[in-house]
Structures are given as C-alpha cells and as structure tokens.
C-alpha cells in the first residue's frame, strides 16, 4: 500500500504552502504529494494569491524534495498541446531523479475556462485518447528515432521524442466514473487508475468494470494499479476535527458524507483497511486548508503507522 498527500491549491495557497506539505510528507515517510491542476478557485472565497500552475510547481518541488513521489491529479488535457505536456512532465521526471507521475483527464469545470480564455469543447474523451498516445508515444518513441502522429485534432511531424524521462515508463493515471470509455483508456494506456469522492460500493464497482476492460483486451488486471482519492480531516479529538471542518467551510454533517474520510488515526485506518481489501493499493489523502501543516503532520506522524502496508 502506498499512501499520499493530494491538494487543491487553486483554492487560495502559495507556492510555499504546497512546499510545506510537500516537505511534510517527506518527513513522515508518506509516499506521494499530487496537486490538482486547476487555476480558478471553486466556490465562494478570497482567491488569492492566485492560481500556481500545477508542472511549474512541482519542478519546484522537485529540486526540493529528495524522495517522494510527485505528479498531478489530473492535468487536463485542455490546457496543454500532449507533445509539450511530454516534454515538461519529462523535464521534472529528470529534475526529480525520477519521481514524477502524471494523471491526466478530461478537464470539467467550464467556468475556470471561460475566466482564462481556454478553449472547452464539449467533447474532449477523444482529446484525452489521442493524448494519451502522444504523450507514451512520445516517451516509448526509441531513442535516435522520431515520433510522427496524424490524428483528427494532434498531428506531429518527425518529432525528436526528447527529452527522455529518467523512468523507462513514467506512470500514467487515468481515472474517473464513466462507464466504459474511461476504464478502457485506463486499461490500454495507464498504470494506475483513480476513482475519487465516492462511497465504498462504488469503488468495488469502478474497480470490477475497470479490471474487466484489461481482461478484455488480453492485459493482467494485476499490472493496473488501483487507488481511491478521498477529503480527509483527520483530528486527535472532536475539538480538532470540529475546528478542521470549519476551516474549510462546511460542517460535519456536511463532510461526514458516507464517502469522506473523517475521524481520529484510528478510525481512519479502520477505512483504509476497508479500500484496501476493495483492492485498492494507494489511497490519496485530500487535505483541502493547505495553511494547517499540523494537519500534514498528523496524517505523517500518527495515522500513518496505524495503516496497512
């Protein structure tokens, strides 16, 4: 089981904010920090200081961390021609010694769009499909070779396929709730697919359609990593899980959805244990107030020890 730390920066943190947590779960030992790749907060709220773009932010962090793994969850494939996506995700896969992981998705919130003038089709799985090409294509391409791609919205032309990530296969998330186009994606080209924000039962089914999708086309469903992306306010006491809630604008009621991960160490161990026996082997912590690194600290220092392995 690996176990990391994922964030929503758009929502009002720095840069230096992200490297705490980032600096957090290399301390504690946790495995990962992924970021969303977003530049419009969600929601009511101050927006500053403003949106960090997701690949500039962990070349950062890459230089500044040492071990754990860094990636996006996810980019959207609306915001970057594939050809440049691989060259920057390879760039920080060197930066990193080899750390770097990229999810990459459909894209959904339409209005981030409209705000920065980005082009939003309302069709975008074939973008998704024909990127995702490009950029293992792209990657896998030999090396001294060019990669050439004539599809209906990306065409390249003897590309150079540099520069090289440092990994001989940098991972690839796929994931999401469609119902076949998304899990077959999934099968053909990631190593890890994601379900997030939903409740146990759904995550056993989105693993079982998902596994059938490899089975369908002659892939071992064994070499598909699965993992479960989930809010979680974790607290030594009511008191602390009270004021964590709060601070991020809801209730515990409202948080404590059937879904959310919310409880003392121990009671969040309790659910993990729950998605691992779904088949999950990674569970991505959502910690949304990126200012409460006490929060951070506690995931690292007392959650972590009570988890499986």
């Not at 419009?40 to 101050?46: I, P, Q, S, Y």
């Not at 050439?148 to 001989?168: C, I, M, N, T, W």
């Not at 991960?261 to 082997?281: H, N, T, Y």
């Amino acid at each position: 089981m690996e176990y990391c730390l994922f964030t929503e920066p758009q929502q009002g943190f720095s840069y230096d904010d992200q490297l705490a947590f980032a600096q957090s779960a290399e301390r504690h030992g946790l495995d990962g920090f992924f970021r969303s790749d977003h530049y419009l907060r969600m929601g009511e709220g101050d927006p500053r200081p403003g949106p960090t773009d997701a690949w500039t932010t962990l070349a950062g962090l890459a230089r500044e961390t040492s071990r754990i793994r860094l990636g996006t969850l996810v980019s959207s494939v609306t915001y970057r021609v594939p050809s440049i996506l691989a060259i920057q995700v390879a760039q920080v896969d060197a930066m990193s010694g080899g750390r770097a992981e990229l999810g990459l998705g459909t894209g959904w919130f339409e209005r981030e769009h409209e705000a920065y003038g980005i082009p939003f089709p309302p069709k975008r799985f074939d973008l998704l499909e024909e990127q995702l090409q490009v950029v293992t294509g792209l990657w896998q391409t030999p090396d001294a070779e060019t990669f050439s791609f004539d599809g209906e919205h990306y065409r390249l032309d003897r590309a150079p396929a540099l520069p090289k990530p440092v990994q001989s296969r940098v991972p690839v998330i796929v994931g999401g709730g469609g119902p076949k186009r998304t899990p077959a994606l999934a099968a053909r080209y990631a190593t890890e697919f994601n379900i997030g924000f939903v409740a146990e039962d759904v995550v056993a089914e989105k693993f079982r359609v998902v596994r059938q999708a490899c089975e369908s086309i002659g892939r071992d469903p064994e070499t598909l990593q699965l993992s479960v992306a989930l809010p979680t306010i974790v607290g030594a006491d009511d008191t602390e899980i009270e004021r964590r809630v709060a601070a991020i604008g809801q209730t515990r009621a409202q948080f404590d959805n059937g879904a959310n991960l919310i409880g003392s160490p121990a009671q969040i161990a309790e659910k993990v244990e729950r998605l691992r026996a779904l088949g999950a082997s990674r569970v991505y912590f959502q910690l949304l107030d990126l200012r409460d690194v006490e929060h951070a600290d506690l995931v690292g220092a007392e959650l972590l020890p009570l988890l499986p392995r």
